[in-house]
Nanobody, 124 residues
Framework: QVHLVESGGGLVRAGDSLRLSCAASGDIFSRYHMGWFRQAPGKERELTATITWSGGSTYYADSVKGRFTISRDNAKDTVYLQMNSLKTEDTAVYYC?????????????????WGQGTQVTVSS
């Protein structure tokens, strides 16, 4: 099974940019759709952005459309989340997750393998 490790979180100001990375190991990366999810204090974990195994299709939550971009490099076994124009409401723990190909890449329930999360804090 795949093992995921996120990096790149931190404390930034509103309007700043940040790029998260998620390195995968333990299995063939291109066997998985990949996604970024986030969980704010007191709230449920929510889908942020997902990408198919080939990178050919992406899906975004309405709250991040036009500001966040998900991408992947299958040669490096890594998925990225570029976050621009950050807002205070983007503050959350961000999780990387993997879904086996064959499941719907834009549904949170399709994701079986999760990283430990990385904190993103956006101050005003």
């Amino acid at each position: 099974q795949v093992h995921l490790v996120e990096s790149g979180g931190g404390l930034v100001r509103a309007g700043d940019s940040l790029r998260l990375s998620c390195a995968a190991s333990g299995d063939i990366f291109s066997r998985y759709h990949m996604g970024w999810f986030r969980q704010a204090p007191g709230k449920e974990r929510e889908l942020t952005a997902t990408i198919t195994w080939s990178g050919g299709s992406t899906y975004y939550a309405d709250s991040v459309k036009g500001r966040f971009t998900i991408s992947r490099d299958n040669a490096k076994d890594t998925v990225y989340l570029q976050m621009n124009s950050l807002k205070t409401e983007d503050t959350a723990v961000y999780y990387c997750a993997a879904s086996r190909v064959g499941y719907s890449y834009n549904l949170i329930n399709s994701y079986d393998f999760w990283g430990q999360g990385t904190q993103v804090t956006v101050s005003s």
